[in-house]
């Protein structure tokens, strides 16, 4: 029987960085994973994937439409979906193969088959037809979140599909109907809306993108709606009828009233993503949940038995591959007797449609509520030169900081390569950073980024360029 000091399930963004630094703090480490590929969601369904077809899709938009108010003339742009397809692929397989290298290189065996957890110390992994068991002295459960689904509507992964479906759709759909207005929803309607889908999103609240920031919510939607995208907000989806050619949606008030039919080629659905926990075997192993089915931990990750963790979409908190990264490598340095720490009020968040969307720390509405005085600079891409010359003047910088100590607390940016550039405001938030401090620290020009030095002077009124 093989014996480990550490076995990951699991190995998304999570889990093979957990690994990784593992074996950089010399333990010997197995992971065990299920699918035929490395890399979890992210790498093979998820965030890599989207982000492939949004650049292409992009570049197909910018060819069709922008090119030729810049002097550059080009016959119009005629789409080869199988070519951008296999573009994706070629992105997916790229970054799988890196996680088999950091595997290999940091001699991390590879245990392929679906684990469960048969109590503190072993872990039976099912595959190809055997099963075997191997002793550990520490597991760590890293295996990510499932799509949500809705209650009475089946996603067939052809005309009514998941976010995995909507990234392999065989053609355009003339219509797309998507139930959901976050994250995912918006970045993949926006992938088929510029390949030449009609879209419309039908979302159960009165506002798009949850827990974003109001002001920066209400602005992009206008964006979108230029763009071509129609919201239904609050409303939902109460059925879809596939029995004929086209599908039948059936769409609510959510407090209640008529119900209309739409129709639609195709349904994707994008109401967020629930725990993946299936088969683990946790009920049997002792290893307690909370009411939402998440793996329930400790500060130190630690479960309700002894040697067992938990990091990531299974656990509370933004289902975000960069905060199961990080939480992989502070659960590898706890397990190794060191001080691993997650700092949560510095999770940044992208959304990667264009113009992009990026925040860290908290909203105004949260500032608000939490009773926090607050003052606020703002400043529109609209005045930021390199934005003019390039004709990509859309959004704004927003910074939130606190009245009496001038403590960054928020940092919201809507505009090209958004995502990109709140990376300076995570850092200054990480040391503490005052406005101030980012006001004063002197940025290159002609740069994007000079809209969120002028957004902090905008902090204490005297912002240069508006």
Not at 36 to 54: E, H, I
Not at 75 to 97: E, T, Y
Not at 257 to 263: I, N, V, Y
Request: with cysteine; aromatic share 4%.
């Amino acid at each position: 029987m093989a014996t480990y000091d550490l076995v990951v399930i699991g190995t998304g963004p999570g889990g093979y960085v957990c690994a990784v630094r593992a074996a950089q703090l010399g333990m010997k480490v197995a992971v065990v994973e299920k699918n035929a590929t490395l890399g979890g969601t992210c790498l093979n369904v998820g965030c890599m994937p989207s982000k492939a077809l949004l650049h292409a899709s992009e570049m197909f938009e910018e060819a069709a439409h922008s090119f030729a108010k810049m002097g550059v003339s080009v016959s119009m742009p005629k789409l080869d979906l199988p070519a951008m397809m296999n573009f994706k692929q070629q992105g997916i397989d790229g970054n799988v193969k890196g996680v088999e290298f950091l595997m290999k290189k940091n001699k991390i065996d590879v245990l392929k088959g679906a684990g469960r957890i048969l109590g503190a110390g072993k872990v039976e992994v099912s595959g190809n037809g055997k099963t075997e068991t191997v002793e550990t002295k520490n597991i760590v459960i890293a295996t990510g979140s499932d799509i949500a689904r809705l209650k009475g509507i089946e996603i067939d992964e052809k005309r009514v599909v998941s976010s995995t479906g909507a990234l392999s759709l065989a053609k355009v759909p003339e219509k797309m109907l998507i139930i959901g207005a976050g994250v995912i929803g918006l970045e993949l309607g926006s992938v088929w809306r510029r390949l030449g889908s009609e879209v419309m999103v039908v979302e159960f609240l009165d506002r798009i993108l949850p827990g974003m920031d109001g002001e920066v919510a209400k602005q992009f939607q206008r964006m979108l709606e230029k763009q071509g995208f129609a919201f239904k907000l609050g409303s939902k989806v109460t059925g879809v009828d596939t029995s004929g050619k086209m599908l039948k949606v059936s769409v609510e008030p959510a407090a209640g009233g008529a119900a209309e039919t739409l129709e639609t080629d195709v349904v994707l659905v994008c109401i967020g993503r629930v725990p993946y926990t299936e088969g683990l075997g946790l009920k049997e192993a002792g290893v307690a949940l909370d009411n939402r089915g998440r793996v329930q931990i400790d500060s130190h990750f630690a479960t309700s038995v002894k040697g067992v963790y938990a990091i990531g979409d299974v656990v509370a908190g933004p289902m975000l591959a960069h905060k199961a990264e990080d939480e992989g490598v502070a659960c590898a340095e706890i397990i190794a007797g060191k001080a691993g720490h997650v700092n949560y009020d510095v999770i940044p968040g992208v959304v990667y449609t264009t113009p992009e969307v990026s925040s860290v720390g908290k909203t105004e509405e949260e500032l608000k509520q939490a009773g926090v005085a607050y003052t606020s600079g703002k400043f529109p891409f609209t005045a930021n030169g390199r934005s003019k010359v390039n004709q990509t003047t859309d959004g704004f910088v927003k910074i939130l900081a606190d009245a009496k100590t001038d403590r960054v607390l928020g940092v919201h940016i809507i505009g090209r390569e958004a995502g990109e550039m709140i990376h300076e405001a995570c850092v200054l938030m990480e040391f503490g950073g005052s406005a101030e401090d980012l006001a004063r620290t002197c940025h290159a020009h002609p740069t994007r980024s000079e809209a969120v030095k002028e957004a902090a002077l905008a902090v204490g009124k005297r912002a240069i360029h508006m």
